[in-house]
């Protein structure tokens, strides 16, 4: 419960209740009868905010996983290696994997789209995919890459220094910093002000409503300048992963496997039944044909 806490942070938040009685001082829970403020490096705090922020991206990223998601509640599991990366070319859900004819010797494991699964094929016509033709449409895909390598990293070294070239400057990240630290400010004043001075109520919550809309404002600006710059960091890192798989090898694989098919692979797209999409972790789509040479 620690790391879920905001005032183990530093933060406080004022006015959980209310005096309800003025002349008993009775108190109550405050559900919305009046406004509640939250004030930032109130106190010292017990964990360090940007530990305490990435608990809660860590949090979220596990729920993700879970298949906490609206809309998608699929649930992940590392136990197959096309778990969670296989999509409908037709509807766009994820495929789930099907073992077929389990109680005899002609069993088969497939992946089908979970749209047809729930809703029939009315709802998505997608065919169920062979596991083994996934296994062996990654195989050929990588083995084309193998054998153009040199073209396929100049291409994807290029691609990638552009974008990182399209960073942040880190002077807009300063400026945006200083007018979060700037409104917070303004913010404790305000609100010290009305404790202590019992301002208008309706000139109180304009100006605080004008403050913190700005202040909400810059953080989210701020906080998409962070993603911009995790992603392009995270998008270099694995395209390093991907040089090291590649230039790792010595030879053409001659079967799946599976480590190097989670280190490149980010998601497949099934179009049709020998017609898949593999989407590398660097972005870059490869078409493969099974059964087409």
């Known amino acids: 419960m620690t790391q879920a806490n905001a005032k183990y942070h530093g933060a406080a938040l004022l006015q959980k209740t209310i005096t309800v009685n003025f002349l008993t001082h009775k108190r109550t829970p405050n559900k919305g009868q009046s406004p509640k403020y939250m004030i930032d490096e109130n106190h010292l705090p017990i964990i360090d905010k940007e530990i305490f922020d990435k608990v809660q991206d860590e949090k ?41 004819n389990s109680t005899n010797s002609a069993k088969k494991v497939v992946w089908q789209c979970k749209t047809y699964i729930m809703d029939g094929k009315d709802a998505c016509g997608a065919k169920a995919v062979d596991e ?77 409503k004008s403050i913190s809309g700005e202040l909400e404002e810059v953080r989210k600006k701020r906080l998409e300048l962070d993603k911009v710059i995790e992603s392009k960091d995270g998008l270099k890192q694995r395209f390093d992963e991907i040089l090291e798989t590649i230039n790792g090898r010595d030879s053409l694989l001659e079967a799946f496997d599976e480590e190097i098919f989670n280190a490149l692979v980010e998601k497949i797209e099934i179009l049709t039944l020998a017609h898949f999409v593999f989407e590398i972790k660097s972005g870059v789509r490869v078409e493969e044909k099974v059964g087409i040479n």
């Open 132 to 208: 083994k033709g996934l296994k062996d449409g990654f195989v050929r895909m990588f083995n084309r890459i193998y054998e153009k390598r040199q073209s396929f990293i100049k291409t994807m070294t290029a691609n990638i220094e552009m974008i990182i070239l399209q960073r942040p400057d880190i002077g807009e990240t300063e400026a945006l910093d200083k007018r979060i630290e700037e409104l917070k400010n303004e913010l404790k004043r305000l609100i010290r002000f009305q404790v202590n001075n019992n301002v208008d109520p309706e000139v109180y919550n304009e100006e605080y």
């Open 60 to 100: 979220e990223r596990r729920a993700l996983l879970r298949g906490d998601l609206v809309g998608n509640r699929h649930k992940y599991s590392s136990k197959y290696p096309f778990s969670a990366k296989v999509f409908c070319g037709n509807c766009g859900n994820i495929f789930k994997r099907r073992q077929w």
